[in-house]
C-alpha cells in the first residue's frame, strides 16, 4: 500500500516533467559485495546499454568500464555500490556510472590513472583504462574518504 | 478439581494427550493441511500421515526430556530429523518455505484440540496455548532454515556442476586442444580452466592449446590477466597457445584498456586459430618431420 506522501510524490513528478525527455528509466543502485556481485553488476549494466540505443561496441565498453569500476570498488574499497543513471543532453542519451565505496581512498590520483600502477596484484589498467572507454570521467577521492567514480558515455559526441 | 498451570503440569498434560489420542492428533493435522491448502504439491494423504506419525511419535520423547520448552525441537534428535525430513520433502516437491513452515505451524491447533478434551479450563487452556505455541515455533522455524539450507545446497552443486560442464578440454587435431570459454572467467573458473587443459595437453602430449573466448561477454583487466596467467602456464608445459574468438568490440576495448596482448597469438574465429595451429605443428621443426617424435 502507497504511503499518501509517496502517491502525491509520483504525480507531482508526472505532472511536472523536468528537462529530461518522456520516459528515461529510473536509475538502479546495485551492491559490490562479493565477486558474484560484480556479474550481477555487469548484467545490469549490459541491459542499461541495451536500453538507451548502444552499439554492440559502446555496449561493450560501457560494460567493461563497469566491471573495472565494480572490480575496484570490491577489491580496494572493499565493497560498495553501482548506481546507473541515465542522463539526456539534446540530441543525445547517455548512461551514467556513479560507482561509490567507504574504502580507504585513492592517495595519489593521478598515479592510480597511470598505465601499470597498481598497490594490488592487478594490470594498473583498470583506472585509466575506464577512463578511456568512458566520454565524461570524474574521481572523488582522498585518503579516508572513500571513492566516487563518475563516468558518462552519450549515444552522440 | 485440580486446577494446575504450572509448566510441568501442562507438560505432562501434554505428553498425556500426545500419547492417548496420537491418532487423533495426527488425523486432525492431515485435515488441516489438506483444508488449507497447504501443500503446494501432490504429496498423498498416506505420506502425510506417515510424516504426522512420526513427528507425533517424536515429540513424546522430546518432552519427556526435560528440556526448556523452546529447546524441546532442537535438543532432540529423533525430533529434529522428523521436523527435518518433513521440510526437505516439501523442499523437494517445490513447496515455498512460508507454506511449509506453515504446515508444521498447523500442528499446533491440532495439539490445542487434543487438549481441549482433557480440560475446559481456561487458565489451563491459556496456558497449554502458550506452551504449544513456544514449543512449535521452534519447529516452525527450524523448517524454515531447512528449507532455505536444501535449496542453498542446491545451488551450490549446480554452480559446481556448471564449472565443471562449462568447462571442457575437446581435441580439435593432433596435438591440438581447444577450450571454449563460456561466460565470465573469474579466479575460480580460471583455476578449473587451467587444471583441466594442463592435464589434458599432458594426456594427449599436445603441441598447442586454442582457448576460445567467442563466448566470453566482456574482457576486463581481470579476465586478460587470467588469459596470461593460462597462456603463461602453457608455454611452461612446452605447448603454444593461441587465443580466438577476440571478437571486433572485445578487441576494441582491449587496446583501449591498453592492456598489451602482443606477445600472445590471437585469432578472430576459432577457425583461423586452428589453421594457426597445425601451421605451428607442421611447421619447419629442427629435423623437418611433423613433431611425431616429439
Known amino acids: 500500500m502507497a504511503l499518501p506522501g509517496e502517491s502525491a510524490l509520483a504525480s507531482w513528478g508526472r505532472a511536472v516533467p523536468t528537462s529530461a525527455e518522456e520516459g528515461a528509466p529510473a536509475p538502479s543502485a546495485h551492491v559490490v559485495r562479493t ?22 561496441v559502446d555496449q561493450t565498453r560501457v560494460v567493461t568500464a563497469a566491471s573495472e569500476l565494480a572490480r575496484n570498488a570490491y577489491v580496494h574499497g572493499g565493497g560498495g555500490t553501482v548506481t546507473i543513471e541515465y542522463p539526456r543532453r539534446p540530441g543525445a ?36 583504462g575506464a577512463r578511456r572507454l568512458m566520454d565524461e570521467f570524474t574521481v572523488q577521492t582522498g585518503p579516508g574518504e572513500g571513492t566516487v567514480v563518475t563516468a558518462t558515455r552519450w549515444t552522440a559526441r | 478439581m485440580r486446577v494446575s498451570t504450572s509448566e510441568a503440569a501442562v507438560r505432562e498434560r501434554l505428553t498425556r494427550a500426545l500419547r492417548e489420542r496420537d491418532a487423533e492428533i495426527a488425523d486432525r493435522w492431515v485435515e488441516l493441511q489438506l483444508e488449507q491448502a497447504l501443500l503446494g504439491t501432490d504429496i498423498s494423504e498416506a505420506e502425510l ?4 506419525d512420526a513427528l507425533i511419535d517424536a515429540l513424546v520423547p ?3 526430556s526435560g528440556a526448556p520448552v523452546d529447546r524441546v525441537v532442537t535438543s532432540n534428535s529423533g525430533l529434529q530429523e522428523a521436523v527435518v525430513r518433513l521440510s526437505m520433502r516439501r523442499a523437494r516437491g517445490g513447496a515455498t518455505p512460508t507454506v511449509t513452515s506453515l504446515a508444521v505451524l498447523a500442528l499446533k491447533e491440532a495439539l490445542l484440540k487434543a487438549v481441549q478434551r482433557e480440560t475446559r479450563d481456561a487458565e489451563e487452556l491459556f496456558a497449554s496455548a502458550v506452551f504449544i505455541n513456544r514449543l512449535l515455533d521452534v ?27 562449462s568447462t571442457p578440454v575437446v581435441r580439435l587435431w593432433r596435438q591440438v586442444l581447444a577450450v571454449p570459454l563460456i561466460g565470465t572467467l573469474d579466479t575460480a573458473r580460471t583455476q578449473v580452466v587451467m587444471e ?7 594426456d594427449h602430449e599436445a603441441l598447442v592449446a586454442i582457448v576460445d573466448i567467442t563466448g566470453v561477454p566482456t ?15 602453457v608455454r611452461l608445459m612446452g605447448a603454444d597457445c593461441v587465443i580466438s574468438g ?3 568490440s572485445i578487441a576494441q576495448t582491449i587496446a583501449q584498456l591498453g592492456i598489451d596482448l602482443s606477445a600472445i597469438l590471437t585469432r578472430a574465429t576459432l577457425a583461423d586459430a586452428l589453421a594457426a595451429a597445425i601451421k605451428l605443428i607442421d611447421g619447419p621443426g629442427p629435423d623437418g618431420d611433423d613433431g611425431e617424435g616429439r
Open chain 1, 93 to 128: 542519451r547517455g548512461l551514467r556510472l556513479v560507482v561509490k565505496d567507504d574504502g580507504p581512498g585513492i592517495a595519489d590520483l593521478d598515479a592510480a590513472l597511470t598505465d601499470g600502477f597498481t598497490t594490488g596484484s592487478g594490470l594498473g589498467h583498470g583506472l585509466g
Open chain 1, 35 to 56: 565477486e558474484e556481485d560484480l556479474l550481477t553488476v555487469r548484467h545490469a549494466v549490459r541491459a542499461a546499454t541495451v536500453e538507451v540505443g548502444f552499439g554492440l
Open chain 2, 196 to 202: 583441466n587443459l594442463l592435464q589434458a595437453i599432458q
Open chain 2, 139 to 165: 519447529a516452525g522455524a527450524l523448517s524454515f532454515e531447512t528449507y532455505v539450507e536444501g535449496r542453498e545446497e542446491i545451488i551450490r552443486r549446480q554452480s559446481q556442476q556448471l564449472m565443471e560442464l
Open chain 2, 49 to 52: 500421515r506417515e510424516e504426522a
Open chain 2, 62 to 64: 522430546g518432552l519427556e
Open chain 2, 246 to 248: 577476440v571478437r571486433p
Open chain 2, 219 to 233: 574482457v576486463d583487466t581481470a579476465v586478460a590477466q587470467h588469459l596470461m596467467q593460462t597462456v603463461n602456464a
